[in-house]
């Protein structure tokens, strides 16, 4: 039961950080600022300031 907890949490956070990135790159794709993407990243998934400016530092593309 134990082990089937934290496999759960750790596919969760691994679905919502990979739903961080898509929303990322469709923010990029159609041409949305930093601060845009920053903003919807913490409106849908609830999350702070720093850690959603940690979420544009790894996955935002600097060129195309």
């Known amino acids: 039961e134990e082990v089937t907890e934290r496999v759960t949490e750790r596919v969760r956070e691994?679905?919502?950080?990979?739903?961080?990135?898509v929303l990322i790159e469709t923010c990029q794709d159609f041409g949305a600022s930093k601060e845009a993407a920053r903003t919807r990243i913490m409106e849908k998934y609830g999350i702070d300031l720093k850690r959603a400016e940690e979420y544009i530092a790894k996955y935002w593309r600097n060129s195309y």
Do not use: A, F, L, M
């Open 14 to 21: 691994e679905v919502k950080e990979r739903g961080i990135e």
